[in-house]
């Protein structure tokens, strides 16, 4: 896994912790793999883990554009619908903190912007529906040229 990869997950993880959550008692980590268990959601997880790298030549000889995502976690063990609202809310907001790429005091890798896309996906695979966890997958796409 690239250190420009890593760099950019580190970023995003240092930016979303130091954002202010509607949630209380919301934890932002860094993380290389997601290890949580309901037992451990009972306040909302925002996990930031390295995804890919995807690289395309773009014009020869040797002009390459390069995509790193960055995956970011988001879940809470809920028992209502009001909580399944309120995380469902705050997933959006962390899509919306992405996209803004607004952390003040936070040093991304240079040549880094906005990212490029960023999509969500609610409940992927049905993974812990009979344990009462709601969840989301964030990717965030930043694109490089070399």
């Known amino acids: 896994m690239s250190a420009l990869l ?7 993880a240092t930016g979303l912790a130091a954002k202010s959550w509607a949630i209380a ?49 988001v879940a809470q063990k809920v028992d209502t619908d009001a909580e399944v609202t309120a995380i469902s809310n705050q997933a959006e907001a962390v899509l919306d903190a992405l996209m803004d790429h607004a952390y003040p005091g936070v040093t991304f890798p240079t040549g880094t912007v906005s990212p ?17 966890v709601w969840r989301a997958s964030i990717v965030a796409t930043y694109r490089f040229f070399a």
Not at 6 to 12: L, N, P, T
Not at 62 to 67: A, F, P
Not at 116 to 132: F, K, S, W
């Open 6 to 12: 890593q760099s950019i997950a580190d970023a995003v």
């Open 25 to 73: 008692g919301t934890t932002v980590e860094r993380a290389n793999w997601i290890s949580k268990g309901p037992e451990q959601l009972v306040v909302p997880a925002i996990v930031v883990t390295a995804g890919n790298r995807e690289t395309v030549r773009i014009a020869r000889p040797s002009q390459r554009q390069n995509d790193y995502t960055v995956q970011v976690y």
């Open 116 to 132: 490029l896309t960023v999509t969500i996906e609610t409940n992927p695979d049905d993974a812990l529906n009979e344990r009462n």
